[in-house]
């Protein structure tokens, strides 16, 4: 047999394959729609059906991972499902959501990256913006920004929820890397913009090649971008989107200081989510201020043997030197262990407040 006889052997059996990938695609498709008809046959009168359950959509994209025997990976594979279910969805009910622009910013790729290229996307100027969307309806859900792992937390999205009655719905983990981008050469560059955290993710490069450029923080990085596009003698640290919506030259690729640089995002909305089996929860607790205050707090998850994922604190607005402790740890309100847990804290707080039970990140 010649190489071109082989060639076209596999072709043909890919040709069939593909045939046969389609029709079950069509078929998942129309038992998500099968779904959809089921929940509102179902529904009490005046009941808004929720179609986007968050914990489903973990257990069935880590049930994917599990499963795959490669050669594509693991994570690969997730994200192709991740699409799938993505336009499934879109059949049942299209999902808006709205997120930090503008566009081209690294919240949007997180966007994306946790509901697929099939949702609808509306991007706000503010964090405090992307709230009131989603409290408003106007959305049906929020993506914002929460810690990075270099510059550490935002503290504009935890400051949110003191006043906001939305709750965590689930997280988005983004590998992040920074581009220098202009409309020229580089050789003259006396500006260059960039949000605060990544001119901070970014400060021993920019030391070392650009020491006597003035660094201007805006909004956001594809600010940044559209900025560089307007002016002259100035560049923008971005993501690669940004360069290529805004027509800008990569000047130097991947300028993060950590390689490893890292930014967790929260998806917000106004419905609560059941276990998925592998979860994680968020509060925020104040205490007055006094001897032994934060060991009341963190007391009742050590003696439960329960794992922090991170705490953050953020001054009250219960009164001056008055503190609020955004605590994350592993497991869900409704397991029977954490439950108990929950209920000393509110006892022993001055003030609590649960913001939301979700799954862990999956991709």
Same mark, same amino acid.
């Given at each position: 047999?010649?190489?071109?006889?082989?060639l076209?052997q596999?072709r043909?059996?890919? %040709?069939?394959?593909?045939?046969q990938?389609?029709?079950?695609?069509?078929?998942?498709?129309?038992?998500?729609?099968q779904?959809?008809?089921?929940?509102?046959r179902?529904?009490?009168?005046?009941?808004?059906?929720?179609?986007?359950?968050?914990?489903?959509e973990?257990?069935?994209?880590?049930?994917?991972m599990e499963?795959?025997?490669g050669?594509?990976?693991?994570e690969?594979?997730? $994200?192709?499902?991740?699409?799938?279910m993505?336009q499934?969805?879109a059949?049942? /009910?299209p999902?808006?959501?709205?997120?930090?622009g503008?566009?081209g910013?690294f919240?949007?790729?997180?966007?994306?990256?946790?509901?697929g290229h099939?949702v609808q996307?509306?991007s706000?100027?503010?964090?405090?913006?992307?709230?009131?969307?989603?409290?408003s309806?106007s959305?049906?859900?929020?993506v914002?920004?929460v810690?990075n792992?270099?510059?550490?937390?935002?503290?504009?999205?935890?400051?949110?929820?003191f006043? !906001?009655?939305?709750h965590?719905?689930?997280?988005v983990?983004? $590998?992040?890397h920074?581009?220098l981008m202009s409309?020229?050469?580089?050789?003259?560059?006396?500006?260059?913009?960039s949000?605060?955290?990544?001119?901070g993710?970014c $400060?021993?490069?920019?030391?070392?090649?650009?020491?006597?450029?003035?660094?201007?923080a805006?909004?956001?990085? @594809? %600010?940044?971008?559209?900025?560089?596009?307007q002016e @002259?003698?100035?560049a923008?640290?971005?993501?690669?989107?940004?360069?290529?919506?805004?027509?800008?030259?990569?000047?130097h690729?991947?300028i993060e200081d950590?390689?490893d640089?890292?930014?967790?995002?929260?998806?917000?909305g106004?419905?609560?989510?059941?276990?998925?089996?592998d979860?994680k929860t968020?509060?925020?607790? !104040?205490?007055?201020?006094?001897?032994?205050?934060?060991?009341?707090v963190?007391?009742p998850f050590?003696?439960a043997?329960?794992?922090?994922?991170?705490?953050e604190?953020?001054p009250?607005?219960?009164g001056?030197w008055?503190?609020?402790?955004?605590? %994350?740890?592993?497991?869900h309100? /409704?397991?029977p262990d954490?439950n108990?847990?929950?209920?000393?804290?509110q006892?022993?707080?001055?003030?609590?407040?649960?913001?939301g039970?979700?799954?862990?990140?999956?991709?």
């Amino acid at each position: 047999m010649t190489e071109a006889q082989e060639l076209e052997q596999l072709r043909q059996s890919i %040709d069939s394959i593909d045939r046969q990938i389609q029709e079950l695609i069509n078929q998942r498709a129309r038992c998500a729609q099968q779904v959809a008809e089921v929940k509102e046959r179902y529904a009490a009168p005046g009941e808004q059906v929720v179609f986007y359950r968050p914990e489903r959509e973990a257990q069935v994209l880590r049930s994917v991972m599990e499963r795959n025997e490669g050669p594509l990976s693991g994570e690969g594979m997730a $994200r192709l499902f991740r699409e799938i279910m993505s336009q499934c969805l879109a059949l049942e /009910e299209p999902l808006n959501v709205a997120f930090l622009g503008p566009e081209g910013t690294f919240t949007q790729q997180a966007t994306v990256k946790h509901f697929g290229h099939s949702v609808q996307c509306k991007s706000q100027v503010s964090i405090a913006d992307v709230f009131r969307e989603v409290e408003s309806g106007s959305a049906n859900y929020g993506v914002v920004p929460v810690e990075n792992s270099t510059e550490g937390v935002v503290t504009h999205t935890l400051d949110s929820f003191f006043d !906001s009655n939305l709750h965590v719905c689930g997280e988005v983990t983004l $590998r992040i890397h920074h581009h220098l981008m202009s409309q020229g050469d580089g050789a003259s560059i006396k500006r260059i913009y960039s949000h605060s955290q990544s001119l901070g993710q970014c $400060r021993r490069w920019l030391d070392q090649h650009f020491p006597n450029a003035e660094r201007i923080a805006v909004n956001s990085n @594809a %600010d940044a971008a559209l900025r560089a596009s307007q002016e @002259a003698d100035c560049a923008a640290i971005a993501g690669e989107v940004a360069a290529d919506l805004y027509q800008l030259n990569l000047l130097h690729s991947n300028i993060e200081d950590r390689p490893d640089n890292t930014t967790r995002f929260l998806i917000v909305g106004r419905q609560l989510t059941t276990p998925s089996g592998d979860d994680k929860t968020s509060i925020m607790v !104040s205490s007055r201020n006094q001897p032994g205050a934060l060991y009341q707090v963190l007391a009742p998850f050590h003696e439960a043997g329960i794992s922090l994922t991170r705490i953050e604190t953020r001054p009250a607005r219960s009164g001056t030197w008055n503190y609020a402790f955004f605590i %994350d740890f592993e497991g869900h309100c /409704e397991d029977p262990d954490i439950n108990p847990v929950l209920e000393r804290l509110q006892q022993l707080a001055s003030d609590y407040k649960w913001l939301g039970s979700y799954p862990k990140a999956v991709l």
